[in-house]
């Protein structure tokens, strides 16, 4: 029976995850909630907490191992890949971000989990971090290439974002310094790219919970 709770829980929690149709194109088959303009603001705040505190009681069991085999395709340094799925469970929990969309937007900025990865125009990190935003006294640290200090400087770009916007869209547009179209060519296209790359983890996650309903 908790199983079966878990997984319903759970299925609800990852819709929430993913953004909403009006955001990304259908071929996507992204599940709708986070994002949808339709929502009003507060009553989407308030669906989200309640699903993140549901998600918070299932980390430990489901979404971290299933985050390590996530980013276990992108490199095989076991204990790197452990350090930033701890990293992306704990900061999802601490700032109420869904995991799956922070380690989406990890994957797209830095698909082959490098710390200490530069870009040309100066972002760090595995998650892209300009070097203004450094220093934040949530993370306890201003090195942009140390994996924590890294995600929960990303992570909290990323929420701020969200807070401000309306949709995950804008907030990921945002997120990529796309908010007039000047940063690349085809920038609008980021979100997009996200969440396709968020809808293996939402997979990775379903199936395990799947695996602890038969066990039950």
Not at 64 to 70: F, I, K, S
Not at 124 to 143: E, R, T, Y
Not at 160 to 170: D, I, M
């Amino acid at each position: 029976m908790h199983a079966i709770v878990t997984t319903a829980l759970l299925t609800g929690v990852l819709g929430l995850m993913m953004g909403s149709s009006h955001d990304q194109p259908a071929r996507l088959g992204i599940s709708t909630g986070l994002a949808a303009a339709s929502i009003a603001p507060r009553a989407r705040a308030a669906t989200l907490i309640d699903s993140l505190r549901a998600e918070d009681a299932l980390q430990a069991t489901v979404l971290r191992p299933q985050l390590e085999v996530y980013f276990g395709r992108f490199n095989r340094d076991r204990v790197l890949v452990r350090r930033i799925s701890r990293a992306v469970v704990r900061e999802a929990r601490r700032q109420q971000v869904p995991p799956s969309l922070i380690a989406a937007v990890l994957i797209t900025e830095n698909t082959t989990l490098k710390p200490e990865a530069r870009s040309s125009v100066g972002a760090l990190g595995l998650m892209q971090v300009m070097p203004i935003h450094a220093g934040a006294a949530l993370c306890g640290s201003s090195d942009l290439l140390d994996v924590d200090s890294n995600i929960c400087h990303g992570t909290m770009i990323l929420a701020r974002n969200l807070r401000r916007t309306r949709t995950t869209t804008a907030a990921l547009l945002r997120y990529n310094g796309c908010v007039r179209g000047s940063n690349t060519p085809d920038c609008y296209r980021y979100p997009s790219k996200v969440l396709a790359r968020a809808g293996p983890v939402r997979q990775q996650i379903l199936a395990s919970t799947s695996a602890l309903e038969v066990d039950g």
